[in-house]
């Protein structure tokens, strides 16, 4: 059963993928993006990991790509305009280059025996996540979680910064 | 019970997916898109190693929890970028970006 749900996921995820990076229209690149996105979501699901799972849908699937289809229908006045023809040498070479290294990444993974002998099934529990994320003991997170804070509000006032109205 | 294996043969299939787009993607948009494949696909991949190796210690689950959160600002503040530009030479085509200030 888990199976059937991997393979549905999988397929979306690599079909929607290539047809992102592949289709001449933006628009319609930015809404395979959502679906690779979705079905990224499920497979944190599936992996029991709920809360990644839900921050993924909110943050990716619900604010960038709300970001990419404002920025797409403000930058092209037709967002559905086709693109300019891509010169073959660079089709190649782009072409080559990516399946070259996707082969050689897959033969080394599929090559490595993985330790798997201690699989635990169950999830990881809410508590336990909010304690490592919001404590100040050895492996716990509330130095990355206030940094990541600054980091926020410095990206907003720099994007205000850069896009505001001049003159 | 998935094996480990078909989660990252997925996902190293989304990452060169993406630098694919990467390479040959003149909009400054799609440009952008390809790197939000990219780095899907390294979340997935510390998700898949965190669950299938080391359960007892999240570091791979909050580590693609940090990345996803950064990367939205980045996707931010590049937008803002990419909308001055805009502003500016009425095109984002990597192409047309030739010209220095003065």
């Known amino acids: 059963?888990?199976?059937?749900?991997?393979?549905?996921?999988?397929a979306a995820i690599v079909v929607f993928s290539v047809l992102t990076v592949t289709t001449q229209r933006i628009l319609r690149s930015a809404t395979y993006l959502l679906f690779v996105l979705f079905a990224t979501a499920g497979i944190y699901f599936e992996l029991n990991y709920a809360f990644l799972g839900a921050v993924?849908?909110?943050?990716?699937?619900?604010?960038?790509?709300?970001?990419?289809?404002?920025s797409i229908l403000l930058t092209s006045p037709d967002g559905d305009k086709l693109a300019t023809k891509l010169p073959k040498s660079?089709?190649?070479a782009g072409l080559v280059a990516a399946v070259a290294g996707a082969v050689l990444c897959i033969f080394i993974t599929l090559s490595h025996t993985f330790p798997v002998?201690?699989?635990?099934p169950g999830e990881l529990g809410m508590k336990q996540i909010g304690f490592a994320l919001l404590g100040t003991e050895k492996y716990q997170y509330m130095l990355p979680f206030e940094a990541i804070s600054v980091l926020l509000l410095a990206c907003i006032i720099g994007g205000i910064m850069i896009a505001r109205k001049r003159g | 019970m998935v094996p480990m294996e078909y989660y990252l043969v997925v996902s190293t299939i989304m990452f060169f997916a993406g630098i694919y787009g990467f390479f040959t993607r003149r909009n400054l948009l799609a440009i952008l898109i390809s790197i939000e494949l990219i780095l899907n696909s390294v979340d997935i991949n510390f998700a898949v190693f965190n669950r299938f190796l080391y359960f007892d210690h999240p570091e791979g689950f909050f580590f693609a929890l940090f990345a996803i959160g950064i990367s939205a600002a980045e996707?931010?503040?590049?937008i803002a970028i990419i909308i001055n530009i805009y502003r500016n030479i009425r095109n984002i085509q990597a192409g047309k970006l030739d010209n220095m200030k003065y």
Request: glycine share 6%; hydrophobic share 65%; proline share 0%.
């Open chain 1, 56 to 70: 993924q849908l909110t943050v990716y699937a619900g604010g960038i790509i709300v970001l990419y289809v404002f």
């Open chain 2, 75 to 78: 996707t931010a503040v590049a």
């Open chain 1, 90 to 92: 660079k089709f190649f």
């Open chain 1, 1 to 10: 059963m888990e199976l059937v749900v991997f393979c549905i996921l999988a």
């Open chain 1, 117 to 120: 002998t201690h699989f635990t």
